[in-house]
Structure formats: C-alpha cells, structure tokens
C-alpha cells in the first residue's frame, strides 16, 4: 500500500522543527529515519497531514560522556553501534551491545534514537534501557526545553508524554551500568522481540547489593520489576539458583492478557523466565556481555 496524502516540511534547527510543529497543530508528525513510521503510514494505520523532516539537524547527532551520558535524538543505532563505541566502554557498553538486536544492519543505519524513544514500542531495546538505567528524555518546544524521566514518559501502547508541537532532542542516562545486560527472543532476528529482558546490578567485591530488572513485551509500556529489588537486595553472589529464584518472583506477578498473549501465557510465563536468568547471570559477570 502507499500512504494517504500529506504535506512535507523540512527544517534546518530544532527552533524551525518546533515551531512548524505548532504551527501545523496536532496532525503534524515528525520523520527522522523514518523506519517506524513510513511502514505504519504505507500499511494506513498512520495518517499524518504534515510531515516534518529534521533529518537534516546535525547538531543532534552525537555522544557526549561528561557526568551524565548524553545521546543526540538523531543519533543513529549503528553510530552507537560502531562509530561512538569507545565512548560507551567503562560503564556503559550494555548501551552499544544492545544494538545487536534492534532490527537489521539498513535499519540500524537510518533509525534514530529520539524515533524508536518517541514510536515508544514496548519491545524496543531503546524504551527498555531508558527504563532500566533511569534515562532522562530531554525535549524542546517553542516555550523551550523540559526533562521527563523516562519512567513517566510511556503512557501506552505508541503513547508518550510528548505534546504535540514538542520533539526528543537528547537522552541522558545519569550514572554508569557496569553490571548490565540485556537479552530477547524473536521469532527472525531483526523481528520486534516476543518478550525482552534487562538487568542492571550493583556488585561490590563480586556479591550484589542491589539490583533492577525491566521487561518489555509484558505490558503496554516497559516495566522494572518490583519483585526483583527484594531479591537482590543484599543477595550474595550470583548464582544460577540465585537467578532462578529472583525470576520466580518476577514471573509469579506478571499478569498477561490471556487473548492477546501470543504463544499462550504458560509460554510467555516460561519465555520470560529463561530470559530473566540469562540477563542476571551475564550481567554479573563482566562490565557487559553481549547475548
């Protein structure tokens, strides 16, 4: 299919992408790699009347590492992939590891951050680490900048906390992830994830103190689980048993549609389990391993 008509905008600056934004009003979308959107527009399930292309706005292409790690909107997944590599070791390789997953080399070429942040996909390995490691999604509007902490930026199935004449122009991750990891099953690698998983542990002298674990693909928006900060908490070393029983708390509280679960829920329940323990047990033991 081809998409329904629409008007097509270029801007030059983050100033020019807002205002046009407002000046379009609420049917106005923005484009940057497109690889989200133009597929929802050709299938018709998108029908913006305005399009506009910030494309073109290089001064959001980049990676910053000074007290925070701060990632321009039109930063690609393979910039961070290979071109910003050494600037996410010491602390914060789970960020470039992750981009292993997300879709094929073209799609990696062109998707951008601040889109896959902003389509707000519940499997998207960008939603899940910005969960996970308390990112910040800094946006600008024509009243000026605002900082939404990624835990209240996903309001739903493709629905954020965005305003219409706003756009992502950054996401800042506040502290090092030494201890991380982040793991999934598709169907066809490069497919969207069934379910996804994400650990993220505090070790000291190799026992952990603490620990957080994010799932998509369980929920409408990405979810920190509650069950897993008991018990990691104080937990000792890493073990397979400890692992296992940390992913039965998780597992005994997740709550899945019945209908809409593919596979059945005693398979997800399962799927998720295994993914659980493959993420704490990588996570413990390196600065980062890829899954």
Not at 45 to 57: C, E, F, N, Q, Y
Not at 231 to 236: H, K, N, T
Not at 248 to 256: K, M, N, Q
Request: net charge negative.
């Amino acid at each position: 299919m081809k998409p329904a008509a629409f008007q097509y905008h270029r801007a030059h600056s983050v100033a020019q992408a807002v205002d046009l934004l407002s000046e379009l009003g609420e049917d106005a979308k923005i484009i940057a790699g497109g690889q989200s959107l133009v597929a929802m527009m050709n299938f018709r399930l998108a029908r913006p009347a305005s399009l506009v292309d910030v494309s073109g706005i290089a001064d959001l292409r980049y990676v910053d590492r000074g007290q925070t790690l701060t990632i321009g909107a039109l930063t690609t997944h393979h910039d961070v992939e290979r071109r910003f590599k050494s600037v996410l070791s010491d602390g914060y390789t789970v960020i470039g590891d992750a981009m292993q997953w997300v879709g094929h080399l073209p799609i990696r070429t062109r998707g951008t951050i601040g889109g896959s942040i902003a389509h707000a996909d519940a499997t998207a390995e960008w939603c899940l680490l910005a969960v996970l490691l308390d990112a910040d999604i800094v946006v600008a509007s024509p009243r000026g900048e605002r900082t939404i902490a990624a835990s209240d930026f996903f309001f739903g199935l493709y629905t954020t906390a965005l305003e219409y004449d706003e756009m992502i122009i950054a996401v800042r991750f506040p502290r090092p992830a030494p201890h991380a990891a982040l793991t999934e099953y598709a169907q066809r690698h490069g497919d969207f994830a069934v379910v996804a998983a994400a650990a993220d542990l505090d070790v000291a002298d190799g026992e952990v103190v603490s620990g957080r674990v994010a799932l998509g693909g369980v929920a409408p928006v990405p979810i920190v689980c509650d069950a897993a900060r008991a018990s990691l908490e104080f937990a000792g070393p890493m073990t397979p048993d400890l692992a296992k029983r940390c992913a039965d708390g998780i597992v005994a509280e997740l709550e899945f549609d019945e209908v809409a679960a593919a596979g059945g829920t005693e398979y997800l329940r399962g799927l998720t389990h295994h993914l659980v323990v493959t993420a704490l047990l990588r996570a413990a033991v390196t600065e980062s391993v890829a899954a």
